[in-house]
Every structure is written in structure tokens, then in C-alpha cells.
């Protein structure tokens, strides 16, 4: 077994050798951070690396050998799940204690359902029409929803038939089959120089 101060160490020296392989932006315009960060991102998504990959690589590169790496990426796993079980705890104790009522009455996260339910009919107005409806007609039929209307078995029942409807939709959709990142890309760049100007 490692010890802690042992894998506190490594995982400094992990931190540092990432901390090198970022790129020194400063003195670059905005747009050209954003610009680059975006294609690093970008690659890293394409060449399938996460974050618990690249620790991996550096940890690696700092010659570390493969029980030490082990013992890091269980370390590394460990600490994330404390954290994660913290915050659950956190939000179970900071909750909206009518919300948990409902919830406990009807065993299902009403708020959720109902998000579920304009995010479905959504996505399907999207793809029929290429328009994005925010402001909902259904409104009335959504917080019915969200005040128990629907059973956990319905609700369940209706997201997987529009499951259905939605990968239909998907192949005869207006819309492109990819984002114009250029396009995005142009516009996220001219608000920052306009907020910046």
C-alpha cells in the first residue's frame, strides 16, 4: 500500500506536469484564447481523452511505474467519490423540502418529469420545423405535470414512445446534421469584442 503523503506528492507532480502542457495565452485577444481552447478541447473529444486520461499520461511521463499509477488512479477515484458523496449529502440537507415531499409521495422527481416532458416536445418542434419554441402553448399541461398529473409508469411510458418519434424526426429533420462552428465561433467572438469595446 502507498501512502498518502506518497500520493499527495504524486498528484502535485501530476498537477504541475499538466499545468505545462496548457498552452501560455496571455498577451493573446480573447477571441484568440477562446479560439484555441476550443480546438484543444476539440482534439482532446476526438482523440476520446478525458481528464483521468491525460493524469494517467502525465503520471507516466513522470516515470512512475505501473503500481504507483495503480495506486494513483484508485487514489484519484477514491477522493472523487468523497467529494461526490459530499455534495449529494450537501444537496440532500439543502433541498427544497416541499419538492422532497412530492417527490416521496409520488416516488419521483415531479420537477424533473416535467423538464423531461418540454425538453421531448421540444426537441421534436425542433426538428419539424427548425424553430425553437421557448415560450411554451403547453404551459398549462406542463406544471399539471410537475403537480403530480403523471404517474412515474406513464411518464416513463411516454419518454420511450418519443424516444421513438425522435429518432424518426432525426432523419428527416430541416436542420443540418452538424453545428456551423465557424459560424458560432464568429458570433461568440464579435459579443466578447462588442462587451469589450
Known sequence: MVPKHKLDVINAEVTKMLDKWVPELSGLEDATKI???NQLENTL???KINSDD??????RN???NDNLIEAFQKERKYEQ????WKAYLKWKKERNRERYEME???LFDLKHGMHLVRLYKSCTELLETGILKVKRHDADELLAIRNGAWTYDQLLEWAEEQE???AA??????LPYAPDETGINKCVMNIIMDFHS
Open 81 to 84: 467519490a468523497i467529494a461526490d
Open 35 to 37: 479560439e484555441i481552447k
Open 62 to 64: 513522470l516515470g512512475l
Open 54 to 59: 491525460l493524469a494517467m499520461y502525465a503520471a
Open 104 to 106: 416521496q409521495k409520488y
Open 169 to 174: 424526426l432525426y432523419k428527416s429533420s430541416p
Open 45 to 47: 473529444v476526438e482523440l
Open 164 to 166: 421513438k418519434v425522435v
